[in-house]
């Protein structure tokens, strides 16, 4: 891209922040009061999915949260859930972040441990930051330049940290660096990354990418200090940048979080401190949780969904309970991955079988429905993605719950015209997932398509399972349930790391499924183009080639329907998360 001047590289990312609004409610940060009587509503039903309920800058007492299953990590080089970046901000500071606040506004990108956005130079393929003056470690130690180019180095390391995106792997210009792991004393020969002084820190691409901020939001380059790195226990005790550390974590049950005394208000404009802790209960059952967050019991639950099809019921049939959720459509889309690797799904005739059998609307049914769960998918890319143009190949708004007709003719053009057996996986935790993979099961019979059903725990769903290609290949994975929302409001952060071929590794993979050169072209073309219509377009395309190359089951843009308790404070659906901030929630 051509060379930019900070002033026009934040113009762009400001005019890229409105231009994507699209997938959300604008509106300022009015306030919803939390008391009142059953004849007249305490709050209403999606007030926080543009205004803050329950505004508060009282400190004081435990926020309590919940989850089903477990984080894929809380070390923020080893981790790819939305709400594991959305808790990580607790207590861990990247060079940028999304402003965390309500509406438009929370799409604008401004700078965390950095003072600023980068400074592109050399036309975009080299990136510096100014780390902020004051900010420490939680034992007082001041945080270097060096600690974030030592963040970066350890999150190359796939190997020993499988689960974040790959990012960095695939635009630094490593030069063979591989990580500290396997290159014990060698942090100077990762050029990628350069620290001509204490505060400040230089990237240095193989090529331009003009959206290179983006990449500084990535937990990825939360500063790690070298001498407390413990590799893949790092994740038991991260060490605080943030308002918040770990005073205790049992691995799969529980995280209890406490006030970090180093954390300088000073140096953070964009947090504040307003909990004596926050409490966190692992591996929770998800029809008890939404149990206990219903009945005020714990104060919110951490998902990126919000509440499951029981406690659904509950919310949307129930005015005193309902007016205390919110439902907003988000830049997600729910689908299952169809692999090729697994026969005879080599053969695209037969995956577009299963495109054309699927039941879209009884999918549709198990996220919640079109009031709370979502449309059904006419494609991979969410309508309200910047760049979207409506495609439907496979006749989808004509026939949501399939077409069979076509469903036995494309079995007949792969050579398989009974049907076929094939095992279909999905993360135990999410009880639409369980779902979905049981409709598939029906939808799919029809054609004589029979599938076995497995569920794998979703901490290490793609760590050991549907993610590690040796294991989805042997253990006969030919559908893999899924489900991805952006890493951030543009294209490349919603396509990259799940259709790009290039980024498939040996376990971790987000993309579990997609092989085709023509797809990896056009992302190339488009992470170059400068003209934002054009790139746009390109995009586009992209949306259009996944599909016709059937290698994804696409059936519902999501929406999120999530519940916030009367006494919960500080309250709002981020735009950027498409789940409550975490940042500013409290309970006084």
């Known amino acids: 891209m051509k060379t930019r001047s900070k002033a026009s590289a934040v113009a762009v990312t400001a005019a890229l922040a409105v231009v994507v609004s699209a997938c959300g409610g604008g509106g300022g940060a009015k306030s919803t009061s939390g008391t009142g009587s059953d004849d007249k509503p305490a709050s209403q039903y999606n007030a926080g999915v543009t205004q803050v309920v329950n505004p508060s800058e009282k400190t004081g007492g435990t926020l309590h949260m919940g989850m089903p299953g477990d984080f894929d990590s809380v070390d923020p080089g080893d981790q790819y859930y939305g709400y594991a970046w959305n808790f990580s901000r607790l207590y861990t500071r990247a060079l940028t972040m999304f402003k965390p606040v309500p509406g438009e506004e929370g799409l604008q990108l401004v700078g965390d441990l950095a003072e600023d956005l980068g400074k592109p130079s050399d036309g975009g393929k080299t990136w510096t930051y100014k780390l902020r003056k004051g900010i420490k470690f939680e034992d007082g130690t001041p945080v270097t330049s060096k600690d974030v180019k030592y963040a970066v180095a350890r999150s190359l390391d796939k190997d020993i940290l499988p689960s974040g995106p790959t990012y960095f792997n695939d635009w630094l210009d490593v030069q063979g660096y591989t990580g500290p792991y396997k290159m014990k004393g060698k942090l100077d020969d990762f050029k990628a990354v350069e620290t001509p002084d204490e505060s400040t820190v230089v990237f240095h691409l193989k090529k331009p990418y003009g959206g290179f901020d983006y990449f500084a939001m990535l937990p990825q380059t939360a500063p790690v200090p070298e001498a407390k790195d413990t590799g ?25 979080l406490v006030k970090n005394p180093n954390w300088d208000p000073a140096t953070d404009p964009n947090r504040k401190q307003l909990n004596d802790s926050i409490e966190v209960l692992l591996g929770q059952n998800e029809d008890d949780l939404d149990q206990r967050l219903l009945s005020g019991k714990i104060d919110v639950k951490i998902n990126s969904t919000g509440v499951a099809a029981n406690a659904r019921k509950t919310v949307l049939t129930d005015p005193k309970v309902k007016q ?19 026969k005879p799904f080599d053969n695209i005739h037969c995956r577009k079988a299963v495109m054309y059998a699927a039941d879209r609307s009884a999918i549709q049914g198990a996220y919640g429905g079109p009031d709370a769960g979502g449309d059904v998918a006419l494609s991979l890319m969410p309508a309200k993605m910047t760049g979207y143009q409506k495609i439907d190949p496979y006749g989808v708004e004509a026939n949501p719950t399939g077409d069979l007709t076509k469903a036995k003719e494309e079995l007949a053009a792969c050579g398989q015209p009974n049907g076929f057996s094939t095992t279909i996986s999905y ?34 769903y793609f760590k050991l399972y549907a993610g590690k290609p040796d294991f989805a290949k042997k253990n006969n994975l030919g559908l893999m349930v899924y489900g991805w929302g952006a890493d951030y409001p543009e294209g490349f952060g919603f396509f990259q790391q799940i259709v790009d071929s290039r980024v498939i590794r040996d376990a971790g993979n987000t993309n579990l499924s997609v092989k085709d050169p023509k797809i990896d072209e056009l992302i190339d073309q488009a992470a170059a183009e400068t003209d934002a219509t054009k790139r746009n377009a390109i995009w586009a395309q992209v949306d259009k080639q996944v599909m016709d190359s059937a290698f994804i089951l696409p ?33 006084q």
């Open 232 to 256: 893949s226990k790092y994740k038991e005790h991260p060490v605080s940048t943030g308002p918040y550390m770990f005073k205790s974590h049992e691995l799969t049950k529980r995280i209890e």
């Open 324 to 342: 205390y959720a919110d439902s907003a459509p988000i830049d997600r889309t729910w689908f299952t991955n169809i692999n090729g690797d697994v």
């Open 427 to 460: 993360r135990n935790e999410r009880a639409a997932e369980k779902l979905t993979a049981e409709s598939l099961q029906q939808s799919l019979g029809r054609v004589g398509i029979k599938l076995e059903i497995k569920g794998y725990p979703q901490g290490d």
């Open 555 to 587: 059936y519902v843009w999501a929406h999120g329907l999530f519940y916030r308790p009367p006494t919960l404070k500080n309250v709002f659906v981020s735009q950027n998360w498409g789940m409550y901030e975490y940042l500013t929630l409290s309970t």
